[in-house]
């Protein structure tokens, strides 16, 4: 378990940071130029990770951050199915012969498909890029859009990974956030799942919406951990209003302040601690024997665009409106305009609306980022010297230690990772700067 941090340290590093999914973090991205994707496409090797994003929800969450679209009619995914394929192809007509070890579907909702879609499209994937043995495929669920027969086709396709957004048991609670889900229906699906295998299930909790309280979060906790998933990821809920706009409903209905999200998180902590979880990274617990807490014990964990991950040096592809994706020294960004998408896809273009070619600098600082942001150790190079005086104050308040050149982030410093990363951050900007959600 995490030391729980004063509430004087709270209130001194609240600040806006990234999350560091990447460095340079996406608001840093820009056009690039005529051939660079396809260049770099020509240099991936080896086994490929690939993210898929299905924009599609039939009603917004107002915690939302996501690229989402909301749509009733779950058909209209058969033509976007079409379209993710088609994008695949436009892909791999550059990339030189490889098969998959990861493949990652997000959204929206990705279960938001119908099941026929749903095989045609995991089916067209891997008619594409061969299946190596024990490949990791993921898929975020919504459990209001899947029965038993539904989970069952997404088992014979062969994920071995289940992550569900609960966010809350609380009734009260999830009104508020506009999204009505029940305890039975969490346990009723992470039941069928269980009844054909041993898979990795993961649910996400969220702390910081309107209406939670030590009480009523207790009550979450205790059936959160009665379910047993292999991984709890324990998001702090992310209010960026000028960049989703839905969410400045729950600024109406009263946020959590400071204080009490960390005693929130306190109480998460120590539930799950209690429960034989490990914590990992900042934000994410494991049950024993999961293999992203073997990574985080040995110092290999990784972070991308999908969170923390085991799968060092993959190229990830990327396909669907938004989707980020991370090879051969660059970052590239699909269109987030459905119909622009389909329509570059249609004359034969990759969708990339913007991206950042790497520099030799990026590549030591995303280095750094990452491993004190999944591992809470780095060496840092001596000619950081604005970098070293700016600690000064967190290694003052025991957020980091010095041992020679490593440095490390303390227990305490753990609910300030973000802080302590920015301090590398040659692009940041003003702390002030509304880009980036507030750090606690």
Same mark, same amino acid.
């Given at each position: 378990?995490? /030391?729980?941090?004063?509430?004087?340290?709270?209130?001194?590093?609240?600040?806006?940071?990234?999350?560091?999914?990447?460095?340079?973090?996406?608001?840093?991205? @820009?056009?690039?130029?005529?051939?660079?994707?396809?260049?770099?496409?020509?240099? $991936?090797?080896?086994?490929?990770?690939?993210?898929?994003?299905?924009?599609?929800?039939?009603?917004?969450?107002?915690?939302? +951050?996501?690229?989402?679209?909301?749509?009733?009619?779950?058909?209209?995914?058969?033509?976007?199915?079409? +379209?993710?394929?088609?994008? *695949?192809?436009?892909?791999?007509?550059?990339?030189?012969?490889?098969?998959?070890?990861?493949?990652?579907?997000?959204?929206?909702?990705?279960?938001?498909?119908?099941?026929?879609?749903?095989?045609?499209?995991?089916?067209?994937?891997?008619?594409?890029?061969?299946?190596?043995?024990?490949?990791?495929?993921?898929?975020?669920?919504?459990?209001?859009?899947?029965?038993?027969?539904?989970?069952?086709?997404?088992?014979?396709?062969?994920?071995?990974?289940?992550?569900?957004? $609960?966010?809350?048991?609380?009734?009260?609670?999830?009104?508020?956030?506009?999204?009505?889900?029940?305890?039975?229906?969490?346990?009723?699906?992470?039941?069928?799942?269980?009844?054909?295998?041993?898979?990795n299930l993961n649910l996400d909790l969220m702390y910081g919406l309107p209406g /939670?309280?030590?009480?009523?979060?207790?009550?979450?906790?205790?059936?959160? $951990?009665? *379910?047993?998933?292999?991984?709890v990821a324990l998001f702090h809920y992310a209010h960026v209003p000028w960049l989703?706009?839905?969410?400045?409903?729950?600024?109406?209905?009263?946020?959590?302040?400071?204080?009490?999200?960390?005693?929130?998180?306190?109480?998460?902590?120590? @539930?799950?601690?209690?429960?034989?979880?490990?914590?990992?990274?900042?934000?994410?617990? @494991?049950l024993p024997g999961d293999e992203l807490l073997s990574a985080a014990e040995s110092?290999?964990?990784?972070?991308?665009?999908?969170?923390?991950?085991?799968?060092?040096?993959?190229?990830?592809?990327?396909?669907?409106?938004?989707?980020?994706?991370?090879?051969?020294?660059?970052?590239?960004?699909?269109?987030?305009?459905?119909?622009?998408?389909?329509?570059?896809?249609?004359?034969?273009? *990759?969708?990339?609306?913007?991206?950042?070619?790497?520099?030799?600098?990026?590549?030591?600082?995303?280095?750094?980022?990452?491993?004190?942001?999944?591992?809470?150790?780095?060496?840092?190079?001596?000619?950081?010297? $604005?970098?070293?005086?700016?600690?000064?104050?967190?290694?003052?308040?025991?957020?980091?230690?010095?041992?020679?050149?490593?440095?490390?982030?303390?227990?305490?410093?753990?609910?300030?990772?973000?802080?302590?990363?920015?301090?590398?951050?040659?692009?940041?900007?003003?702390? +002030?700067?509304?880009?980036?959600?507030?750090?606690?």
């Open positions: 378990m995490s /030391q729980s941090p004063p509430t004087e340290l709270v209130e001194r590093y609240r600040t806006r940071a990234p999350r560091y999914t990447s460095y340079p973090t996406a608001p840093q991205f @820009a056009p690039l130029g005529d051939g660079v994707v396809e260049a770099a496409l020509s240099r $991936v090797s080896g086994p490929v990770s690939l993210y898929v994003h299905v924009p599609f929800c039939k009603h917004l969450c107002l915690y939302c +951050g996501c690229h989402v679209e909301i749509r009733e009619t779950r058909s209209v995914g058969t033509a976007y199915v079409d +379209g993710l394929l088609a994008e *695949l192809d436009l892909q791999l007509k550059h990339v030189p012969p490889t098969s998959l070890d990861q493949l990652a579907l997000g959204g929206g909702t990705p279960t938001f498909l119908l099941p026929a879609d749903m095989e045609r499209l995991v089916r067209g994937v891997t008619a594409r890029l061969p299946r190596r043995p024990g490949a990791d495929f993921s898929i975020e669920i919504d459990p209001r859009t899947v029965d038993a027969a539904y989970l069952h086709t997404l088992v014979d396709l062969g994920f071995n990974r289940y992550s569900f957004g $609960v966010q809350d048991f609380d009734p009260e609670v999830l009104a508020q956030v506009a999204r009505p889900q029940s305890y039975e229906q969490v346990r009723d699906a992470v039941d069928t799942l269980r009844s054909r295998g041993d898979f /939670q309280n030590p009480e009523q979060f207790a009550r979450t906790l205790a059936q959160l $951990v009665s *379910l047993r998933p292999t991984r989703k706009p839905a969410q400045k409903v729950l600024e109406k209905k009263g946020l959590p302040d400071s204080v009490l999200k960390a005693q929130l998180f306190g109480m998460a902590d120590a @539930a799950l601690g209690a429960a034989g979880y490990r914590i990992i990274g900042m934000d994410h617990y @494991a110092g290999t964990l990784l972070r991308n665009f999908m969170g923390y991950t085991t799968r060092a040096g993959l190229d990830q592809l990327g396909v669907g409106v938004s989707a980020i994706a991370s090879f051969a020294g660059i970052y590239a960004q699909d269109l987030k305009s459905r119909a622009e998408w389909a329509a570059r896809i249609d004359a034969g273009l *990759l969708p990339v609306e913007r991206g950042w070619v790497l520099s030799e600098e990026d590549v030591r600082r995303r280095s750094i980022i990452m491993e004190l942001f999944c591992n809470f150790s780095a060496d840092i190079p001596a000619d950081m010297v $604005v970098e070293r005086n700016r600690l000064r104050p967190l290694e003052d308040d025991a957020l980091v230690t010095w041992s020679g050149q490593r440095l490390a982030v303390t227990p305490l410093g753990r609910h300030f990772v973000r802080n302590v990363c920015a301090v590398f951050d040659s692009y940041l900007e003003d702390p +002030g700067n509304r880009r980036y959600s507030m750090t606690a």
